[in-house]
């Protein structure tokens, strides 16, 4: 796969986002330029094969080119963040309608013929619908994230919170008052430890999103 340009920093990308408001075509096509890597990044997700690949990075570019467009750079957050959930959103589009034509073309393929000597589909067999392949997986790749956050960045008594308070790892979810009981602390507290969790997790998920 071919190699993209680094991405801007803070500041570089904070003025080009400026000019791209007042109208400036050439800093627009740097802010797509420039992230075109975290294109890329994300399109892996859905393809292995170069040429498959290249198809995706396409795809994935016209949600990055949408992000663009659509950044309001009031917001204290990078585009990178931002552009992440359109690319990822036009790639689950795009596979999820490409999942569903083939799946047309498959189901009506003919398998047999009944007794009576009529042609028999698949789709004439199933009973159950289909489940939806590309968005468990998508979800099962944030869970396995979401694990390894939770090991990695809490301390203990910010993981044994979370783990109670959401029912992870098999667990029963219970409420803040529950916690503090057996934890042996105020409730109060076992809230501000539970923000404090949730902020370190969500910071983890966003500084992925920015390694690309």
């Known amino acids: 796969m071919k190699s993209f340009p680094k991405p801007l920093n803070t500041e570089e990308e904070k003025e080009y986002l400026i000019q791209c408001r007042e109208g400036s075509k050439e800093a627009r096509e740097i802010l797509i330029e420039r992230n075109l890597r975290l294109v890329a990044h994300i399109a892996k997700k859905y393809g292995t094969g170069e040429r498959e690949l290249e198809d995706l990075i396409s795809i994935g570019s016209i949600g990055l080119i949408k ?72 979800l099962d790749e944030k869970v396995k994230k979401l694990y390894r956050y939770v090991s990695k960045c809490l301390n203990d008594r910010e993981k044994k919170i979370i783990l109670y308070r959401y029912g992870l790892g098999g667990r029963k979810e219970i409420t803040q008052r529950e916690i503090a009981e057996v934890m042996g602390i ?27």
């Open 186 to 212: 105020s409730r109060s507290y076992v809230s501000r430890i539970e923000k404090k969790a949730l902020k370190k997790l969500k910071e983890s998920f966003e500084k992925e999103e920015f390694e690309y």
């Open 67 to 138: 992000a663009v467009d659509t950044f309001d750079i009031k917001k204290e957050i990078r585009l990178a963040t931002y552009a992440s959930r359109c690319i990822d959103n036009e790639l689950l589009m795009f596979m999820r309608s490409s999942k569903k034509q083939s799946r047309e073309v498959y189901l009506y393929e003919p398998i047999g013929k009944d007794k009576e000597g009529n042609l028999l589909n698949l789709l004439d067999v199933l009973e159950t619908e289909d489940e939806d392949v590309i968005e468990h997986m998508d």
